[in-house]
């Protein structure tokens, strides 16, 4: 899912950082993005997800409610950012997804019957599937946990980095790196899995910190055009033509990319070993569809539907959602509420 | 090479203690008057600058201007070892650091130097009201009886008393200050302000305080407070925090 610029990522353009290092910072999260982390990595050891007592899926409520708090309480500013219909051009990259599904739901069942638990969990987290019942009900505990949320006419990535952009947020957070040719001025990475994770298939933990990359830096470090670096995402793959150009790594595409030079050259050459229409994917990524119509303002959490939402309704221990939401209404007093500016002001 | 000496170690280890709560990296820089550090936090709501004279120090070689990265740390972990008496020997070229504390035994280190880049920051531009100089025991002992109760401190000034206040769930604090009582050395009120901070920053600079001589608050309202730490031999180590505007 989303462009891999994981290897091109200098160094010098992105600097591992702990939370608290994000203080007083408003974040335009990828609510998808998050929400799929949720579902993925909220299971069982044999994969099952959290459910209710009637069956119904709450893995991602519960990383939704217990990760923004984390959020809050160190000082984050979250605004979540939600999808709206995806571009036509996706439809391809969409039917993929639906496919790998499939496969990864029969092959889950394979596992069942062989009782073969480590791969239970690993196909049934690829089986994660997000309905429009799961988002809604996403929508209504962030209205009650008094955290803003906006609602992007298409891509949820390119509206957060719309808004980072424009200034009304500090970054874009989403593990993909989409916003970030969408021209996100910073992206943070690992927001929604920070903390002590098993390794996938093996025995082993590692500490996961946020990452910071930045736009600028990463452009300077490999001496790219932000133009550039859109069609290098191109050419290894995007949501608009997956698995992009074939034989093509991070090295060839960069080294194409520099010895073509001219955006013109460029687009000419992927279109020319393509059946995909590479200017209308490069015009999107430049100019896609994104509103103004939004507020981020944070409001008090309302503890009667949050604690309808979760206990009554889903079936969440009500000691552990008290002490979640005594933790909310202080991180709401002292940190949303309250604003820490930076010291930038004063720099003048 | 570049070196100096400095004969009580223990007052770095506990200035590096504070300054390592801020920033995880820095670089000093050392010209032919002394030793100084400027560096802000990644999100930007404290400042550390640090200055030393050469003259508070017992050797002081440095050819020209000298740059020294460090991560905090990595070199803070040396410093906790630090005991009472022992004398600091510091000596570094373009590679590597050398770090000897000197008491009853000799303990040297070595580490290598980070590539960091210096940055040039500039001093925050503040017009401060008010001003208030106390021991630095006494400061030490406001903030730990204001991290008993919340995470924010508010500062209240009045013509000839200062109140630190905090608001917890269900415990308040507040804590009067004045020259009067003589928990204040100075306070000079040109305006009467009332400025919140976290505490968790005021908290970083308690480790650097308990071993100044002074600390002097400088803030005015919805500004940054500067809170000025003053060492033996004329060093000072001052930190600016952003303010808490509701």
Known sequence: ?348 | MAKLQFMNARLWRFMIESIEKVIAEGVFVLDKNGLKLRAIDPSKIMMVDLYYPKEAFSTYNIEEEATLAVNFEDIIRIFRRALKNDTLELDFNDSHIYISLQGKGIRNFKLPQIQLPYEKLPEPKVGFTVHAKMMSSIFSDIIRDIELTGSSVTFTAKQDKLYLSSLGDIEEAEVELSTEKQNLIELDVESEDSTSYSVIYLSNMVKAAKVAESVTIHYSEDAPLKADLEYIGGGRLTFYVSPLIT
Not at chain 1, 24 to 30: E, S, V, W
Not at chain 1, 87 to 99: G, S, T, V
Not at chain 1, 130 to 150: D, F, N, Q, R
Request: aromatic share 8%.
């Open chain 1, 1 to 348: 899912m989303g462009v891999n610029l994981r290897e091109l990522i200098a160094s010098e353009a992105k600097k591992e950082v702990d939370l608290r290092d994000l203080k007083g910072r408003i974040i335009a999260l990828d609510a998808y993005n998050m929400l799929y982390q949720f579902l993925a990595a909220i299971r069982q050891p044999d994969g099952t997800p959290l459910m209710d007592r009637e069956g119904r899926i709450t893995s991602h409520l519960s990383g939704l409610f217990y990760r923004t708090i984390n959020m809050v309480e160190e000082g984050i500013k979250p605004v979540y950012v939600f999808d709206g219909s995806p571009p036509e051009m996706k439809k391809a990259e969409i039917e993929k997804r639906l496919e790998a599904k499939l496969e990864a739901t029969r092959k889950y069942r394979e596992a069942v019957e062989t009782r073969d638990i480590e791969s239970m969990r690993k196909y049934a987290q690829a089986t994660a599937r997000l309905t429009s019942e799961m988002v809604e009900e996403a929508k209504l505990l962030l209205k009650a946990m008094g955290i803003p949320y906006i609602q992007a006419p298409q891509e949820g990535e390119a509206q957060a980095a719309y808004i980072a952009r424009k200034g009304d947020a500090w970054a874009s957070g989403s593990q993909d790196y989409d916003s970030i040719l969408f021209g996100a001025p910073r992206l943070v990475r690992n927001l929604g899995i920070t903390g002590r994770r098993k390794l996938p298939g093996k025995d082993v933990y590692i500490d996961i910190k946020p990452e910071i990359i930045e736009l600028n830096l990463l452009l300077r470090a490999l001496d790219l055009s932000r133009e550039q670096l859109i069609l290098i995402g191109i050419l290894l793959g995007t949501d608009y033509n997956p698995g992009g150009l074939k034989g093509v790594g991070s090295k060839t595409a960069l080294k194409l990319v520099k010895t073509l030079g001219g955006i013109d050259e460029i687009i000419e050459y992927i279109e020319a070993r393509t059946e995909v229409d590479v200017r209308k994917i490069f015009d999107y990524f430049m100019n896609p569809v994104v509103t103004d119509d939004y507020d981020i303002l944070w409001s008090q959490p309302d503890e009667k539907s949050i604690y309808k939402i979760l206990v009554e309704t889903h079936d969440f221990n009500p000691t552990r959602v008290e002490k979640a939401v005594e933790r909310l209404r202080k991180a709401y007093r002292e940190n949303l509420k309250a604003r820490v500016t930076s010291l930038d002001r004063w720099f003048g």
